[in-house]
């Protein structure tokens, strides 16, 4: 035993010793004639450097040295890509090259390199995103959110207009939808087992970026360690919401997403690419895509309506002449242009927050803009500096509704407005997040008026955070 843990030690820190010197060679000798940036020490790379504001770094650094530069994390070069031209070349016309995913220890410690969102752009990633993307919008979805609306409505309507926090009510709705979808089940808002989900994911969010994906000798401090109890704990949780459904799975029957998956796995049991992990780790990217990414949205869309009274007013007088004799359906859309404007506008001004925008790697060794990229680079797509180009958005800090309608008055969306991303890789769920959206606020904004309560005014809109702060809201019944 003590002879198996010396060894064990032994092992260890001779690896530790080998990362050691590799991380410092391709330091002094970087891989191949990479996009210019900044040089960064040894082992850290240019972490440090990237400050607490790392959008505005990120600025000043393709300022600096271009459209395409690469900085090092830890000892892994990174290139980043900037402006709507470059992001369009490389996401779409150069598509085969660019569409991969880079190894990170955090993803791959949850998704062991299975379900869509992490999966290397190849047959296994086509086959699951091909079957789950035609069978999610095979489904009743305009009922669904619909009908989610409707329990969100209620819900804080036993507020009776006083102050609170609609971060898990948003979250746990935006969940229930994707859980209908999969499984045709939704949660009540109090319901442990979802809440539970839902918070350990966003923890985990929370880490998921930490240096230990760069950095190997991070993957020892806390920070780590505690990244992979979230991670086992969310598997442990998914299975636990999932079981009941596979239990009670009939084979003559097909009730909804997790039915037709099963049937599929039945038909080729042996099959690599359709098993039950890979099940798992689908439901798990549905779950996590469909709810942060919307629940941060609707957190966004709530702050700038409460912030932005006269906006919240032309909409609900917009929503008042049309729902009069309509009832609310996502068709009514080219009658509700401003409503309509308000939610892109939202998305837009809030998209580019994220810094490291959506990962990508190169598929092969790529030839881009005069720069030689090898195989499997992390390539980050900085969305920022679409949404915030002063050139296709004039004063873009400005939240302005109007940019997105045309004279006509009808909603004008420009082919730089790129939210859910470009080419093969986009956004799977853009067509479910785009009427959840506009259903959401359309409904939210008919049934209560938003504002913060006196004692507690709203946050700073302006300030550069990365997610959407913490607060509270009234949202007071606009009829009894
Ligand atoms: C406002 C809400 C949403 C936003 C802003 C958003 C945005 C994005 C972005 C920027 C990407 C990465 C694109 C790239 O890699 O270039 C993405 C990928 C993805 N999204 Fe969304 N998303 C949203 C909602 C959803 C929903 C509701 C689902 C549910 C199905 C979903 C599922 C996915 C999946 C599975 C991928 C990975 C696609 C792939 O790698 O092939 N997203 N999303």
Redesign the pocket.
């Known amino acids: 035993m003590y002879l198996t843990k010396q060894f064990r030690c032994v092992t260890v820190t001779r690896r530790n010793m080998l990362n050691f010197i590799w991380d410092t060679w391709r330091w002094m000798f970087p891989p191949s004639p990479l996009p210019p940036g900044p040089r960064g020490l040894p082992v850290v790379g240019a972490l440090p450097y990237l400050g607490s504001d790392v959008t505005g770094t990120l600025e000043t650094w393709a300022r600096e040295y271009g459209p395409v530069f690469s900085a090092n994390f830890g000892s892994r070069p990174v290139v980043f890509l900037n402006g709507f031209d470059v992001i369009k070349e490389a ?1 779409v016309t150069r598509r085969s090259e660019f569409s991969g ?1 880079p190894y990170l220890y955090s993803i791959h410690r949850v998704f062991k390199g299975k ?5 290397d752009y190849g047959p296994c ?1 086509r086959h699951q ?1 091909q079957f ?1 993307e035609k069978l ?1 919008y095979e489904e009743n979805l305009e009922s669904i959110i619909q009908r989610e609306s409707r329990h969100l409505s209620d819900r804080i309507q036993t507020f009776g207009g006083r102050p609170f926090d609609p971060a898990k009510l948003m979250n746990v709705a ?1 969940a229930n ?2 859980c209908s ?1 999969l499984f045709g089940e939704r949660y009540d808002f109090d319901n442990e087992d979802i809440q539970r989900l839902l918070s350990l994911i966003s923890d985990a969010l929370k880490l998921a970026n930490g240096a230990f994906n760069f950095i190997w000798i991070a993957r020892f401090f806390p920070s780590a360690r505690r990244f992979d109890a979230l991670a086992d704990e969310i598997l442990k949780t998914v299975e636990k919401i999932v079981k009941p459904q596979l239990d009670s799975y009939d084979p003559t029957k097909t009730r909804h997403f997790l039915d037709a998956y099963m049937h599929k796995i039945h038909q080729s049991p042996h099959s690599d690419t359709f098993n039950t992990d890979q099940l798992m780790s689908v439901v798990l ?2 779950i996590l ?3 942060q ?2 629940t ?2 609707m957190k966004w869309c709530l702050l700038y309506l409460a912030t932005h009274q006269d906006v919240q007013t032309t909409v609900y007088s917009e929503l008042q002449q049309v729902l009069e004799n309509n009832p609310l359906s996502y068709n009514l859309r080219p009658q509700l242009p401003y409503t309509e404007a308000t939610v892109l506008e939202v ?1 837009r001004r809030n ?1 580019g927050r994220f810094p490291l ?4 790697a190169t598929t092969c060794d790529v030839t881009f803009r005069g720069y030689v990229i090898p195989k499997s680079t992390y390539v980050s ?1 900085n ?1 920022n500096s679409v949404f915030m180009d002063e050139k296709l958005w004039p004063e873009p800090m400005k939240f302005r509704p109007q940019r997105f309608l045309a004279e006509s008055g009808e909603v004008k969306e420009p082919e730089y407005f790129m ?12 067509g ?3 009427r ?2 506009f259903t959401f606020v359309a409904s939210l904004v008919n049934a209560f008026h938003w504002k913060f309560p006196e004692e507690k005014p709203g946050p700073n809109l302006q300030e550069k955070v990365y997610a959407p702060p913490q607060f509270e809201v009234c949202a007071v019944p606009r009829r009894q």
């Open positions: 996401l995913r379900g869509i969102h992490s999966v990633w995103r789950t999610m935006a939808i994707m979808v990217d549905v895509a469909g709810s990414n919307a941060t949205m998305i998209t925008g959506a990962s990508h797509v969305l939210p859910f991303g470009l080419g093969d890789r986009s956004c799977m769920g853009e479910i997040a785009r959840e959206l």
